[in-house]
């Protein structure tokens, strides 16, 4: 079984870098998990109603979609 590796986008691995609380802060707001939060940023998973995608934005996220 091959098994590829997700790329990350750099810019948001920087993002993320950069604003270390903005994940949990976020999780905290929508009620989920940071890593859930990640999952959005890294355009592996999608928010219900945008709102995770809305407030990452609004941070300044790198956000895909």
Do not use: H
Not at 23 to 49: H, M, N, W
Not at 51 to 64: D, F, H, Q, S
């Amino acid at each position: 079984m091959d098994r590829t590796k997700i790329r990350k986008d750099p810019r948001a691995i920087l993002w993320v870098a950069a604003n270390r609380s903005a994940l949990t802060a976020i999780a905290e707001q929508c009620k989920c998990t940071p890593q859930f939060v990640g999952y959005v940023l890294y355009s592996q998973r999608r928010s219900k109603d945008g709102k995770i995608e809305r407030l990452l934005r609004e941070l300044g996220a790198p956000v895909k979609g």
